[in-house]
C-alpha cells in the first residue's frame, strides 16, 4: 500500500509518500519534499500552484491512500484560514484522483511517531528519520511532519479498531488477535 501524506500550508506544503510492504513492518520511502510558493503572489495563485505540484505528486507515485494533517487554530485567525484554504486544495487534489483521504490532528500524529502529543518539530524529524532510515534530514520540517502524517495513517490502519465496549465485543471484532492456549497432552 502506498500512502501519501501531506502537511499543508500556503507558502511552503510538505509532502511525502511511503509504502507499506507485506503484513510486516517493512516501509519503503517513495519521495518527499516541499512545495514552495512565493508570498510576493495573491493567494489564489499560490493555492493553483499547490493544487499543480499535488498532482504531480499523485501521478508520479499512484498512491493508494492520504493521509492529511488537520487544522489546528493559531492565534492568527487570518493563518488559520489560509491553511484551511491549503487544506482544501490538498483534499481536492487526491478526491479527483479518487484516493481516499484521512484526517489526523497534528498532536494525533505527534503521539503515534513519538509517543508523546506534545513533541516537538525536531523530535518528530528525528524519529522519522530513524523510523524511515532516512540518512539526510531533511532542511524543513514540513517534508518530515507529511512523512509523519502518513506513517501515523499507516499506523491506524494496521490497529485493531477499538470500538468494542468490551472483551467480548473486542474479541468478535478482532479474532485473529486471540491467541488459543495450546492443549495438555
Request: charged share 25%; with cysteine.
Amino acid at each position: 500500500m502506498i500512502i501519501l501524506g501531506i502537511d499543508p500550508g500556503t507558502r511552503i506544503a510538505g509532502y511525502g509518500v511511503i509504502e507499506s510492504k507485506g503484513s510486516g513492518n517493512k516501509i519503503e520511502v517513495i519521495e518527499y519534499g516541499e512545495i514552495h510558493m512565493s508570498d510576493k503572489v495573491s493567494l489564489s495563485l499560490r493555492l493553483k500552484t499547490l493544487y499543480e505540484k499535488l498532482t504531480a505528486v499523485i501521478e508520479r507515485t499512484v498512491p493508494d491512500e492520504c493521509a492529511v494533517e488537520s487544522a489546528f487554530y493559531h492565534k492568527n485567525v487570518q493563518s488559520t484560514l489560509k491553511i484551511g484554504h491549503a487544506r482544501g486544495v490538498a483534499l481536492l487534489a487526491a478526491a479527483q484522483k479518487q484516493i481516499p483521504v484521512s484526517e489526523y490532528s497534528p498532536r494525533e500524529i505527534k503521539k503515534a511517531i513519538t509517543g508523546n502529543g506534545a513533541a516537538s518539530k525536531e523530535q518528530v524529524q528525528y524519529m522519522i528519520c530513524t523510523i524511515l532510515k532516512i540518512k539526510k534530514t531533511p532542511k524543513f520540517f514540513d517534508s518530515s511532519d507529511a512523512l509523519a502524517a502518513a506513517m501515523c495513517h499507516r499506523q491506524r490502519r494496521s490497529s485493531p479498531r477499538l470500538t468494542a465496549r468490551n472483551w467480548k465485543e473486542f474479541i468478535e471484532a478482532n479474532p485473529e488477535r486471540v491467541l488459543t492456549p495450546a492443549k495438555k497432552k
